[in-house]
């Protein structure tokens, strides 16, 4: 990769640039009908009268489809190249998700989620792993921001479709399916443009977790609190006495800070110690959750709390994917990414859940009593690593 001082102060060569709006481009698209089509196929399974155990059951299929495909990622993308097998991703996904409209039984729908969900992780560990191994090293962390920022953007948008196009019938497989193949256009955009993986990994997949643990953890305690977050804000929101459209609102502030705060927190990144920007995170984060229980009783105070509480959160996963770039390259990048949204997929199965039995026993403090508690122990993963590397 050329160094942007190799060629008289540019930042990206063409080759970098295409790549990296190539993959930005591709999986804006994923996210952007992911965002539709997680909330209507629960919707589906609850119209066609199933139990919502059942489809929170089926739902944890997509977590046990990341947790399954993220080990394959690496050797598929050896073996076809990056872009090709990002494009099988893409299309499989694409076309696997109609097949939930036409399919009856509940039991079609566990095969689905496995083949769905596992494609589309699929399309996030390898556009992941393309932006990072292409971002210039001086500007990473700003391109790990605009990433997170415009994935986000497609995120918050998602919902949109259904508004347009309803929640019943095929049309809103349908679209959001076309949504998903339109990815294939900046794919074959950035085609040349791909990554160095002729090399195979030097690192055993798992063992990220001991070579890069600050890095590798913050996926798995992100996942966990913004799994839980998103899908029990609005219940703590009614719990403290909101009423719904208001508790909703407070998801709505969280994502507006993951949304505006992500490019600042990656420049900050590019210009300071990451292992420490992702500590100072926790940090905060952990005090922000604490400080939600007194917060709790005025809207002026709780709202732009969760706003940047939002922003600082979603730092874990800007800063330790941009983490990773920095310290690996090649086949061990793309093993690295991986490992990250391994545990990111690890997190989105046990914090919904430990919320969900904490709020149970403490009321609503419940959910801000273990996010603090989940950034807490992070915080102690991060200072242990620290004082580990400066002992060594």
């Known amino acids: 990769m050329h160094s942007p001082t190799a060629r008289g102060g540019v930042l990206f060569d063409p080759r970098q640039r295409r790549g990296i709006v190539a993959a930005i481009g591709a999986i804006t698209a994923v996210g952007l009908a992911l965002s539709a089509s997680l909330p209507l196929l629960a919707l589906t399974l609850s119209e066609r009268g199933i139990s919502e155990g059942m489809i929170g059951l089926n739902t944890a299929f997509a977590g046990v489809a990341a947790i399954a495909a993220t080990p394959l990622c690496t ?89 347009t196009v309803g929640t019943t019938g095929p049309a809103p497989f349908f679209v959001s399916a076309v949504l998903i193949l339109l990815a294939a256009f900046p794919i074959m955009y950035g085609f040349r443009a791909r990554p160095d993986l002729e090399e195979k990994a030097t690192t055993k997949f798992l063992s990220f977790l001991l070579v890069a643990p600050i890095a590798t953890l913050a996926g798995f305690f992100f996942g966990a609190i913004e799994s839980s977050a998103l899908s029990l804000l609005p219940l703590y929101g009614i719990g403290i006495g909101y009423v719904t459209a208001t508790a ?3 998801v709505t502030a969280m994502t507006a800070g993951n949304l505006l705060l992500q490019i600042p927190i990656g420049m900050l990144a590019d210009k300071l110690d990451r292992r420490m920007i992702l500590l100072v995170c926790a940090i905060l984060g952990s005090g922000g959750a604490a400080l939600m229980i007194p917060a709790s009783s005025s809207p002026y105070l709780l709202f732009p709390l969760m706003f940047f509480w939002g922003g600082i959160i979603a730092g874990l996963y800007t800063i330790g994917l941009t983490h990773l770039g920095a310290r690996f390259s090649g086949a061990n990048l793309a093993s690295a990414n991986a490992a990250f949204v391994m545990m990111y997929s690890l997190g989105m199965l046990v914090g919904p859940a430990t919320t969900g039995y904490a709020m149970k026993a403490f009321d609503s403090n419940g959910l801000p009593i273990v996010f603090a508690t989940l950034l807490g122990a992070y915080v102690l993963v991060c200072l242990i690593r620290t004082i580990c590397l400066r002992l060594s």
């Open 75 to 163: 050797p598929i993308a050896r073996r076809f190249g990056t872009p090709l097998a990002l494009l099988g991703a893409v299309v499989v996904s694409g076309l696997a998700l109609p097949l939930f409209f036409f399919a009856q039984e509940l039991w079609m729908w566990f095969p689905l989620r496995i083949l769905f969900h596992g494609a589309v992780c699929v399309a996030f560990v390898l556009s992941e792993f393309w932006i990072n191994a292409l971002a210039p090293s001086e500007r990473r962390g700003l391109i790990m921001g605009i990433y997170a920022t415009v994935l986000s953007a497609g995120f918050a948008t998602g919902p949109i479709i259904l508004a």
């Open 248 to 250: 909703a609102l407070l």
